[in-house]
């Protein structure tokens, strides 16, 4: 899949960084790390959208340190499904799409093409949600935002310079690492975080598990398993470098959480100890106070709005591609509409659904936004169903399919994520009979 994320995977990577690797294979230690590090960073970073910040936040503001335990959990299973991803992306040389056709066949891969597109569309209008969100802080209403950020998103796709697209993302990390700040300078109850780290407690409050489900799915999403298995085949990292690469996804899945933590601590700290609330995006912007005082809102607001517009911007477009990669359709921002009907149809049909969606009247935009992490959380065992009987199968995988041990975790990371799946439903189910839980 050559998409936009990879073009600024292959930017924040270096073309003249990319020219020399040839020169480094074979070598061992840091430079051969170096050599092949980036896929599974860049998916690590990716995950920390819209969607993620928010959900971290809320869920922070919320249940203050109550859920951090469940971090150490989705640190293992992150890792274990981008380990995945990466061997069968290294081993194969094929995107996850093209292997679900070749293995399962045209009606499975149609089944996986219809919750990636249903996933990446609920994320999508996650992206606008949070765009939306981020200038309202700034007195600019959502139909003024959602509509020129779609039509400059379709410009810069179409027309502009990728150059501005890396920036952006650069800038979103930036605001990342002012949440570490932020936790630091708190001054949190350090032995508390680490208590809460390693001890659970379960709250059969509704709202909690919709927290809770909206966290795995906002961690681990779909997306970002087609992406980084589609980025490592097409970087042609060999067999001899396998893992090197499986640290590197090992490596993006650590980053990912563990920014998430932080985000956690700092709004238990500085929301939820105060007894606040999260309901407006104004409100999560005052986790960043430690660090950045009375700029803490215009820091929270630049942040939001350069990730969301960010993955706006990728989600749709790397929709098309996987989609028309699975089925062997003509995809490319470089072709013409008349040669590449389809690509162009599943871009735009994204992208326009997910502005609309946002514009609405009535919703509540990080309500919604969580909402899109609760979807996720529901699709992403068909996707990891897809992977784990992929990753068994000794025609494709060889000497490189999972042992036992790697079976007993990748089925059990499976099992946690529907059995969690199955509690939310049947406390929604008793919701609507007018049972009460918690």
């Not at 932020?182 to 927290?211: C, E, H, K, M, Q």
């Not at 609330?277 to 929270?300: K, N, Y």
């Not at 946690?416 to 049972?435: K, N, P, Q, S, W």
Request: proline share 3%; net charge neutral; with cysteine.
């Amino acid at each position: 899949m050559i998409g936009l994320l990879s073009r600024v995977r292959d930017r924040l990577e270096g073309g003249d960084w990319l020219r020399l690797r040839g020169r480094f294979r074979g070598r061992r230690g840091l430079v051969a790390f170096l050599a092949v590090m980036g896929p599974g960073l860049i998916a690590g970073i990716a995950g920390n959208d819209a969607g993620g910040i928010t959900t971290y936040s809320v869920l922070g503001a919320r249940t203050g340190l109550g859920l951090l335990w469940l971090f150490p959990i989705t640190i293992v299973i992150l890792a274990i499904v981008q380990e995945m991803a990466a061997r069968l992306g290294v081993v194969t040389g094929q995107g996850l799409s093209d292997l679900i056709r070749d293995r399962f066949g045209v009606r499975w891969t149609a089944f996986a093409m219809v919750v990636l597109l249903v996933a990446n569309v609920a994320n999508t209008i996650a992206e606008f949600s949070g765009a939306a969100a981020a200038l309202e802080i700034f007195g600019i209403p959502r139909w003024l935002t959602v509509p020129i950020v779609a039509i400059a998103i379709w410009a810069l796709v179409l027309f502009a310079s990728y150059r501005t697209v890396e920036r952006v993302f650069l800038s979103v990390i930036v605001v990342f690492l002012a949440y570490i700040a932020s936790a630091i300078l708190a001054r949190p109850d350090w032995s508390a975080v680490g208590l809460a780290l390693v001890r659970p407690t379960l709250d059969l409050n509704p709202t909690v598990l919709l927290l809770m489900v909206a966290l795995v799915g906002t961690t681990i999403t779909p997306y970002m398993q087609f992406y980084l298995q589609s980025a490592v085949a097409e970087k042609g990292i060999g067999e001899d470098e396998l893992r090197l690469e499986q640290a590197d996804a090992i490596g993006g899945a650590i980053w990912t959480n563990v920014i998430a933590i932080f985000i956690v601590v700092a709004t238990a700290t500085t929301i939820n100890a105060v007894g606040g609330r999260i309901e407006t995006a104004q409100d999560a912007a005052r986790a960043l106070g430690p660090v950045a005082g009375e700029l803490s809102t215009a820091l929270f607001a630049v942040g939001l709005f350069g990730a969301s517009v960010l993955a706006a911007t990728i989600m749709p477009i790397s929709t098309a591609f996987v989609i028309c990669e699975a089925f062997g359709w003509e995809s490319g921002v470089d072709k013409r509409f008349e040669d590449a009907r389809p690509f162009f149809g599943i871009y735009t049909f994204v992208l326009g659904l997910g502005a609309l969606m946002v514009l609405i009247p009535g919703l509540d935009l990080l309500p919604l936004i969580v909402a899109s992490q609760n979807l996720q959380g529901l699709l992403l065992p068909i996707v990891l169903v897809f992977m784990v009987l992929l990753i068994n199968d000794e025609r494709i995988m060889g000497r490189h399919r999972n042992g036992r041990l790697a079976n007993i975790l990748a089925w059990s990371a499976v099992g946690l994520v529907i059995a969690l799946d199955l509690v939310l439903l049947g406390v929604g189910a008793l919701g609507i009979l007018g049972v009460r839980v918690g």
